[in-house]
C-alpha cells in the first residue's frame, strides 16, 4: 500500500546563540532543542550563530532551490542595530552596493528607522558604548553571500551589533517569538 508524502512547511524564530541546523559536534545549541520537527525537514538558507529572526524550515526540494538560488533575486528583509547613525552617503553606498572580498553587491532597498523597533530582548545584551550612539536599519537583500549584511554595515563605517531577519519574501516573524515556530501552508 503506498503512502502519500507530504511536504511541510515551518516558521521559526531562531535566537541567538542557536545554529541552522539539528547537530553539532561542538555541543552548541541546534534546531533540535526546539522541535518535534519531522526528521526530513532542514533549513532553507542560514542565519550566523549570533544572527536572530526568520527561518523557514520544509522538506520540499524546490522550495529550498528558489529560495537558495541566487537567479531568484529572492527578498530577504533585516533589521539591523549599527553603531553611529547613518549619513546619507552611507545609506545611498548601501543601496548602490559595495565591494566585498572583490565583487560589489547588488543593490538593496535600506531605510533608517525613526525609532527602535519592539523587539523581545537577545538573551546575550548588545554591547553598550556610553559615547558611541546606535540606530536601527532595515535592509532588503536579493542575493545572500556569507556574513553579507554584517560586512556591508562595516563596509561603510558602522559595525553591526545586532541583526534580526524578519521577513523572507512575504513570509514575517509575525506572531513568533524568539523559539516559537508554527507550520504554514504551501500557499503561504
Known sequence: MKTSFQYRYFLFYKPYGVLCQFTDTHERRTLKEFGPFPPDVYAVGRLDLDSEGLLLLTNDNEINHRFADPAFEHPRTY???????????????????????????????????????????????????????????????????????????????????RLIRSKIGSLSLDGLKPGEYREIKKPE
Not at 87 to 102: A, T
Not at 132 to 158: C, D, Y
Open 79 to 161: 533589521l539591523v542595530q549599527i553603531e553611529r547613525i547613518l549619513s546619507e552617503i552611507e545609506l545611498k553606498q548601501l543601496r548602490d552596493g559595495v565591494i566585498l572580498r572583490g565583487r560589489k553587491t547588488k543593490p538593496a532597498e535600506v531605510s533608517l528607522l525613526k525609532e527602535e523597533p519592539k523587539l523581545p530582548p537577545r538573551s546575550v545584551p548588545v554591547r553598550e558604548r556610553l559615547n558611541v550612539p546606535t540606530a536601527w536599519i532595515e535592509l532588503t537583500l536579493r542575493e545572500g553571500r556569507n556574513r553579507q549584511v554584517r560586512r556591508m554595515t562595516a563596509a561603510v563605517g558602522h559595525p553591526t551589533l
